[in-house]
Each structure stands twice: as C-alpha cells, then as structure tokens.
Nanobody, 127 residues
Framework: EVQLVESGGGLVQAGGSLRLSCAASGFTFDDYVIGWFRQAPGKEREGVSC????????YYATSVKGRFTISRGNAKNTVYLQMNSLVPEDTAVYYC????????????????????WGQGTQVTVSS
C-alpha cells in the first residue's frame, strides 16, 4: 500500500522556521519525483518545491525561492522541506506527493501530474 505521511507543521511567528518531513512507503522511492504542494482556503493548490528522483534537480516556486530548501534521503525514504523566514502568506495545508519518473532530471511541479498524495500538515504563520 502506497503511503505518504507528512509531519512537522505547526504554528510559528513570522520570521520563524519549520522543517516538514514526508515519509514514504509502499513504492520504490528512488524512482519517483517528490513534490511539496500547499493549499489555502479558497485558493488553488500550488506547487511549492519538487525534487527529482535522485535529488539531482530541484524546483522552487518564485514566492519561496531563497527561503525554502528541499532535500531527500533516498536510503531513508524521506523528503524534507526546510522553511525559513516564514511569512503569513505561507499559511496553508502542505502536502507531499509522488510522481514516477525514468531519470534523475525531471522536476515537474504541477499537481495534476502527481499520482500519490499524503494527508497534509497544517502550517500557520502569525504576524
């Protein structure tokens, strides 16, 4: 059974940091692109950051570039999202998702491409 489980969300003041984790099981982890997406009430789900199957390539949304860092430890079947300098606009439910790929170069970060999704973790940034 494919499972993706997010953790690390919470309430933080503007300027603070959080590290999200995505633990994967039930599939061959190093054959998949892993992405972080977020959705706020009344807004579309957007791609935040995605990382290729072996970690060679990454993508960041313009709004988070320079503040967030994605990484993966394939031996641990885990992907991380380090979030620094948080602002209230980062408030959302954050989801991790997986997309099967054939090589360590693709970093597509559009939600409709992804096959497997976690349940999400809430991130709230106060002013």
């Amino acid at each position: 059974e494919v499972q993706l489980v997010e953790s690390g969300g919470g309430l933080v003041q503007a300027g603070g940091s959080l590290r999200l984790s995505c633990a994967a099981s039930g599939f061959t982890f190093d054959d998949y692109v892993i992405g972080w997406f977020r959705q706020a009430p009344g807004k579309e789900r957007e791609g935040v950051s995605c990382i290729s199957s072996g970690g060679k390539s990454t993508y960041y949304a313009t709004s988070v570039k320079g503040r967030f860092t994605i990484s993966r430890g394939n031996a641990k079947n885990t992907v991380y999202l380090q979030m620094n300098s948080l602002v209230p606009e980062d408030t959302a439910v954050y989801y991790c998702a997986a997309l099967q790929t054939l090589g360590d170069y693709y970093t597509g970060c559009t939600s409709y491409e992804y096959d497997y999704w976690g349940q999400g973790t809430q991130v709230t940034v106060s002013s």
